[in-house]
């Protein structure tokens, strides 16, 4: 069943998608809801949970002021699915092959593409479309350079990788056992000094106008200003890299499984959606800056898609519009625990146990990532039959991390 609660200590109100949410969460959205540009109320999705600057699924509506911290590092993070022309039975009984093509192919965790194979391929040119943009920005802001080593080399040899953390690159089966692709990723390396370099920005303005805050890290942005014109050219920058950095991705995570393949192609529509973003949107009569971190878009009928952890079931769903939610829902099954807790408590064969049947890497590296971390997917869908329906319910039978 749906729940829905709402909290009524702030300025405006909470609205609560959950009944399963921590008390620094909750504090998070109570501290949002005080400042004077959030309108109409705070939305908070069944996957919420504490997080760096404010709550991970919170969907938050500003009126001519956006929060960098809300919008986080890691801008334009999201998601693409593609469905292919196989079924199951195409597949060789061990992954194990197949997880190392794709891993040879995609760069993972801190990797990237050699710099000497980059330089003037394909691979080059395609990054070479947000190049006049990017200068713009650089321009007006050299500071950004000097937060990440080479600059200039590093963002478009990450052109095309995975990144580490949560994302994740997986080999799926519908509930007809036909075959999906699904990647997890976002702006990379650049997003993330992005991220920090405006977040930074926005805590010496406020300090600059003497703004009280009851969070440092809900430092804003007003519309009209010159530092609120040049971040939203830079998220819109980070958002569009982001969507080049998983199609091009998945372009190699094909080429890899194809010799190792039955002949296929792609079937159906590919799905892919921001979930650390913001829009400009209309809502109860207002033009709003919606700011989704760790949500997505689900107006009504709109494909989107919702990931379980890494030994849990996703789903495709397609969105009902609900305007209580701002038209969203959650972004995946959201975390249970911290990364370090997560750590204290499992080891590697706790973690071969809960992935169980599933190829992917079952060392320490990635404890973190458990499916014991993460809140349970089939709750979290429950909690929001009123913001989507779902379309497709996916297993994975491969999983790369980071």
């Known amino acids: 069943m749906p729940v829905q609660i709402t909290l009524n200590k702030g300025r405006v109100p909470v609205k609560v998608f959950t009944q399963d949410i921590e008390h620094d969460a909750i504090q998070q959205l109570l501290n949002v809801a005080q400042l004077p540009i959030v309108h109409g109320h705070v939305a908070a ?86 190049d006049d943009r990017l200068d713009k920005i650089v321009g007006k802001h050299p500071g950004v350079m000097k937060m990440q080593r080479r600059f200039a080399q590093t963002w478009v040899c990450q052109l095309g990788s995975l990144g580490g953390g949560n994302h994740f690159i997986e080999l799926c089966l519908d509930e007809e056992q036909r075959v999906w692709v699904m990647l997890h990723s976002g702006s990379r390396g650049i997003g993330n000094v992005f991220g920090r370099y405006f977040i930074e920005a926005a805590r010496k303005d406020m300090r600059r106008h003497q703004v009280n805050l009851p969070d440092r ?28 950095n998983r ?60 990931p379980g952890s890494m030994g849990a079931k996703s789903y495709i769903v397609r969105g ?18 911290s ?17 169980e049947g599933v190829e992917c890497r079952k060392d320490g590296g990635v404890i973190d990532e458990i499916p014991a971390a993460y809140k349970d997917i089939d709750v979290v869908m429950a909690n929001q039959t ?3 329906e779902i379309v497709h319910t996916l297993k994975q039978v491969m999983c790369i991390k980071g």
């Open 320 to 337: 009902k519009g609900n305007p209580e939610s701002f038209c969203s829902c959650s972004h995946g099954a959201g975390r249970r625990m």
């Open 386 to 388: 009123d913001l989507v």
């Open 247 to 306: 199609s091009m991705m998945m372009k190699l995570v094909l080429d890899a499984l194809a010799p190792h393949l039955p002949p296929f192609k792609t079937d159906g529509e590919a799905i892919n959606c921001h979930h650390n973003y913001v829009a400009v949107e209309h809502h109860f009569g207002e033009k709003l800056f919606i700011t989704r971190k760790g949500a997505i878009s689900a107006q009504e009928g709109q494909l989107g898609i919702i």
């Open 45 to 130: 999705m069944p996957d919420v949970h504490h997080g760096i600057g404010a709550t991970v699924g919170s969907v938050i509506p500003t009126k001519q002021a956006i929060i960098p911290a809300a919008v986080g590092v890691d801008i334009g993070c999201g998601m693409n699915a593609v469905r292919l022309t196989l079924h199951a039975k195409d597949l060789p009984e061990s992954l194990a092959k197949l997880r190392s093509a794709v891993e040879a192919r995609v760069p993972v965790g801190f990797n990237q593409h050699d710099s000497d194979k980059v330089r003037g391929s394909s691979h080059a040119r395609q990054g070479r479309v947000l």
């Open 217 to 244: 890290d809900l430092a804003y942005f007003s519309e009209g200003s010159d530092l609120f014109d040049d971040y939203v050219e830079a998220v819109d920058w980070a958002q569009d890299y982001a969507l080049l």
């Open 339 to 355: 990364r370090t807790e997560a750590k204290r408590r499992f080891n590697r064969f706790d973690l071969a146990k809960q992935t």
